[in-house]
């Protein structure tokens, strides 16, 4: 079973504690794996192979109820190879 490796900005501390609250229930997401930095702000996680990265990210975006905040799909890494989202087929 192989898994992808999801990236994306995030905006500030506040939001970053709510990403990790969130992680733990959102399908597909390795427990353990969500990382998040202020500088730059971003945020990582490692999802089941089996789940769209998309629907990841959206399940994340509803769970941190924060509607200012953008989070973005920016790449994907599978199988050590990195991915453009925007050319992502299924």
Known sequence: MGVNVIDGPVN???LARRLTAAANRIQGVQ??????SASP??????LERTRKPEAAVAEFRHAIGDAPARLALVRIMRNGELIDPRQETP
């Open 12 to 14: 500030g501390e506040r």
């Open 31 to 36: 427990r353990g794996t969500l990382r998040t």
């Open 41 to 46: 702000p971003a945020f990582s996680f490692v």
